[in-house]
């Protein structure tokens, strides 16, 4: 019982953790030299990306609040939200490794 409880939880923190590295520590490092730019311009790139994160934690503990409060179930109000979270974090990527010129960002 407990193991058939707890897979699921492992897979999340696992795919938060890789997620989290993606995010913290591989896109800084890929925006010099998948983008070439100087040092000022990949930090300014990064702390975009920071602050998408700290805008989507908030965002996603508000939203995952109020649809507990309105429905009562907390299973609803957290595992639709990390698979929302996770999906829409898959969609922000993919401009990141598709798109190679970055005058398109702005529209993303």
């Known amino acids: 019982m407990l193991a058939r409880r707890m897979v699921p ?4 923190y696992f795919c938060y953790g890789w997620t ?8 800084p ?3 010099p030299h998948g983008y070439r730019l100087n040092l000022k311009s990949s930090a ?5 990306v920071f602050l998408a994160g700290v805008l989507g934690n908030t965002l996603g503990g508000v939203v995952s609040d109020r ?4 429905t009562g179930d907390r299973k609803k109000a957290r595992r639709n939200l990390v698979v929302a ?7 922000s990527m993919l401009p990141i490794l598709l798109l190679h ?3 398109w960002w ?3």
Not at 20 to 27: A, E
Not at 44 to 48: E, H, I, R, T, V
Not at 67 to 70: L, Y
């Open 20 to 27: 989290l590295w993606l995010y913290l520590g591989w896109i």
């Open 67 to 70: 649809i507990f409060d309105r």
């Open 101 to 103: 010129n970055l005058t």
């Open 85 to 91: 979270g996770f999906v829409c974090s898959v969609a």
């Open 29 to 31: 490092s890929f925006s």
């Open 9 to 12: 939880v492992t897979a999340f």
């Open 106 to 108: 702005p529209f993303f």
């Open 44 to 48: 300014l790139f990064s702390a975009g």
